[in-house]
């Protein structure tokens, strides 16, 4: 049987978005601008997103793990952009989100979600045609 492999493309576009986010500039307080690289802790959490979205693109043998993958990069994402948020809110000044960053997180987040959903129905799919074999 083959299966449509649509999450393939939505985990590559996780991954190009959130390398795009650890490249640009993240915020702008008091005139400075505040990039991911400067703190180690988004920095660090956006490799460990990138790395697991490319995991999960690369285990399409293995429906579960790469579920297991795909959800664990989503909540990843979610801390991301939380922290992103921490870290501006915490400089003195007013805190002025850019709003690709933010878009791009966005992004990230809705294709990490179709990713799941492709996942699910191709498991799904899966189950229905061992259920006509047997």
């Known amino acids: 049987m083959v299966l449509q492999r649509i999450q393939t493309l939505w985990l590559l576009l996780a991954t190009v978005t959130m390398v795009l986010t650890g490249i ?3 915020a702008v307080a008091d005139g400075q601008t505040l990039y ?3 703190y180690p802790v988004l920095l660090t959490i956006d490799i460990l997103v990138v790395i697991m979205t490319c995991l999960a693109i690369f285990t399409y043998r293995n ?3 790469q579920k297991h993958l795909v959800l664990v990069s989503l909540c990843m994402t979610v801390v991301f952009a939380a922290a992103c948020l921490f870290y ?3 400089t003195d000044g007013c805190l002025q989100v850019r709003i690709m960053s933010a878009v791009f997180v966005l992004i990230a987040v809705i ?3 179709m990713a799941y959903r492709g996942i699910r129905r191709d498991q799904k799919r899966l189950r229905d045609s061992d259920r006509l074999w047997s």
């Open 88 to 90: 501006g809110l915490n």
């Open 111 to 113: 294709s990490e979600i």
């Open 24 to 26: 640009m500039p993240t």
């Open 36 to 38: 991911v690289n400067e």
């Open 63 to 65: 429906l579960r793990l």
